[in-house]
């Protein structure tokens, strides 16, 4: 066997848009640092992999199907770098699904999600600190993670300590489906009354269907039009991770650390 191969993994979305620019974007900066790798992609939501077949007739890989795709074209040594923003259960996911075919390599390495390492959260503080708006004492950030009942669900509060930590205490972090939720975040914002103003951010690898629904939809409990109702003005920057490169440089960077 022969041949190296970098395997880049999202959870995916089902957005053209911002899969090309989030996902791809990763893919691209990726595929530049370890020319020597074929790069592949695969996708762990299985609801967003069935939603390209469905809609669109495009199948994408999963883990298990990437993995065995690379094993019969010959490739020996596999590095397999994820999108994941926390060390979740798509990520435990991954690494289970990536151990199983460890006999079938002469090398399989995997890499960190982007918030693993306890200076990952100052590095991603400082990287969307150059990126936000200056500090304003009318006005502060909501950021919108995804969330989760996994114990690495901890990583949200940690990021906005590590925000509160770095002079920015005007950035709130919530979350969709995990601690701490938008009810949370609205008492935190409870506790600044001089904040009139907020400026509402997705803190996930892509903005996709939560960002555009959830976070700034026109449905009525959408947080900006429920944050607009309690009376303040909201605006909403509908950028992923992905797109940053300060913060693409943090996957690469993990990916090399990972093949040290």
Not at 78 to 97: C, F, R, S, W
Not at 173 to 182: D, L, R
Not at 242 to 249: F, H
Request: proline share 4%; glycine share 8%.
């Amino acid at each position: 066997m022969e041949g190296k191969a970098l395997l880049a993994v999202s959870f995916g979305t089902s957005y053209e848009d911002t899969l090309e620019k989030n996902i791809a974007a990763i893919e691209r900066d990726l595929a530049a640092a370890f020319p020597e790798r074929t790069l592949r992609r695969a996708f762990t939501s299985g609801m967003i992999l069935r939603r390209w077949k469905r809609e669109r007739g495009v199948e994408i890989d999963d883990v298990p199907a990437a993995l065995e795709r690379l094993a019969g074209e010959g490739y020996a040594d596999i590095l397999i770098q994820p999108t994941h923003v926390m060390n979740g259960e798509e990520y435990h996911k991954l690494a289970d699904q990536a151990e199983g075919f460890r006999s079938r390599f002469d090398k399989l390495t995997v890499g960190v999600p982007l918030l693993t390492a306890a200076e990952d959260y100052l590095d991603l503080g400082c990287a969307l600190m150059e990126i936000l708006p200056p500090k304003r004492e009318e006005r502060a950030v909501l950021y919108m993670g995804h969330g989760s009942e996994h114990q690495a669900n901890s990583a949200y509060a940690l990021m906005e300590y590590a925000f509160h930590d770095l002079g920015r205490d005007d950035v709130i972090v919530g979350t969709v489906e995990g601690y701490p939720n938008f009810d949370a975040a609205i008492r935190r914002l409870k506790e600044r009354p001089q904040v009139k103003e907020v400026e509402l951010r997705p803190l996930m690898t892509v903005a996709g269907d939560h960002a555009k629904n959830d976070l700034a939809g026109e449905e009525e409990d959408s947080w900006k039009n429920v944050l607009e109702g309690m009376g303040y003005r909201t605006s909403c920057v509908l950028t992923g991770l992905g797109e940053y490169p300060q913060i693409r440089a943090m996957f690469v960077e993990h990916a090399r650390q990972a093949q040290a």
